[in-house]
């Protein structure tokens, strides 16, 4: 189990990558690649994902918990897509009372959406296996 704490940094570090998230719209054609893309692999390498224009904001936070933040366009409207794993993606995954002080942080209401992702690294050490994250889209018209 990982210890999580949200430090006044790793509150004010959250907001900021959300208004970058929000100033930088990824547009529906590029989500629909990348939706291709996760759909025919068994995990994601963060880098190698199919169009340069993705980038998320991510925020590494106390005790190394690494939060991803990125708006986009989804058939439905625009959505806040947040994914979090813990200091051990490989071993844990996050609990809901973790989930849900970062839903506050963000002031988002309930997700529209949640999954979890394999996610890998180039990192040979790894075997390419990196562990999982839980993934969240939210309405961007909920609360902002």
């Known amino acids: 189990m990982s210890v999580f704490v949200l430090t006044p940094d790793d509150v004010k ?7 970058l998230a929000l100033a930088n719209i ?9 939706a291709e893309s996760v759909s025919s692999a068994n995990g994601v390498i963060s880098g190698n994902r199919p169009d340069n224009l993705y980038n998320p904001q991510e925020v590494v936070l106390t005790f190394n918990w690494r939060l991803n933040l ?5 058939p439905n409207g ?4 947040i994914s979090l794993s813990s200091p051990t ?26 999954w979890v992702e394999n996610f890998k690294d180039a990192n040979e050490d790894t075997k390419g ?16």
Not at 78 to 81: E, K, P, S
């Open 89 to 114: 993606p490989d071993k844990t995954l996050p609990r809901v009372e973790t989930i849900r002080l970062i839903q506050e942080v963000l002031e988002c209401g309930e997700p529209l959406h949640v």
């Open 129 to 144: 296996f990196a562990g999982k994250a839980v993934n969240m889209l939210f309405s961007v018209m909920a609360k902002n």
């Open 26 to 34: 990824i547009p529906l054609e590029v989500v629909r690649k990348l």
């Open 13 to 19: 570090n959250i907001q900021n990558a959300k208004q």
């Open 70 to 74: 990125s708006c986009e366009e989804q």
């Open 78 to 81: 625009l959505c806040l897509h």
